[in-house]
């Protein structure tokens, strides 16, 4: 047997922790007040969630930013055997958000209605949001 058929299956951690810059700070403690932020490009007025320092799309630097409802469409989802993930287009953005979506007691559909569920304590966690839930409609 040649040695390109060995290999060594091992884990191999990079502990590694970085600075959330002003736009993601903004975002995380707008959550720590139910408030989700989005970004605003002062040249092509592109939101985004989360917010960026500049616009993927004109590469200006990102200084305003805007307050959301919160509610949202579902773009699609996809399920595992404990959870389901949902893209959501948030009212008022022009970007998707990726987060867990429950229906409650009903089914998933693209499409559907969404708004975020606040968990009652908050630590400036993407986890704030404890899942967006379906809206009937």
């Known amino acids: 047997m040649s040695a390109a058929h060995w290999s060594v299956r091992q884990r191999i951690e990079i502990p590694f922790q970085y ?3 002003p736009a993601v700070t903004r975002f995380l403690q707008g959550l720590t007040d139910q408030k989700i932020v989005a970004s605003v490009c002062s ?5 985004s969630v989360p917010p960026l320092s500049f616009c993927g799309r004109c590469w200006q630097p990102v200084t305003e930013f805007r307050e959301l ?4 469409q579902l773009l699609s989802y996809s399920s595992s055997a404990d959870r389901t993930f949902g893209l959501i ?10 987060h867990w979506v429950v229906a409650d007691g009903g ?3 693209i499409g559907s209605p ?3 569920v606040w968990r009652s304590e908050r630590s400036a966690s993407i986890l704030d949001i404890e899942h967006f839930r379906v809206l009937a409609g």
């Open 107 to 109: 089914r998933l559909k």
């Open 19 to 21: 600075t959330a810059g």
């Open 114 to 116: 969404v708004e975020p």
């Open 43 to 47: 040249k092509c007025g592109r939101r």
């Open 89 to 98: 287009h948030l009212d008022g953005a022009d970007s998707s958000f990726l």
């Open 69 to 72: 409802t919160g509610t949202g």
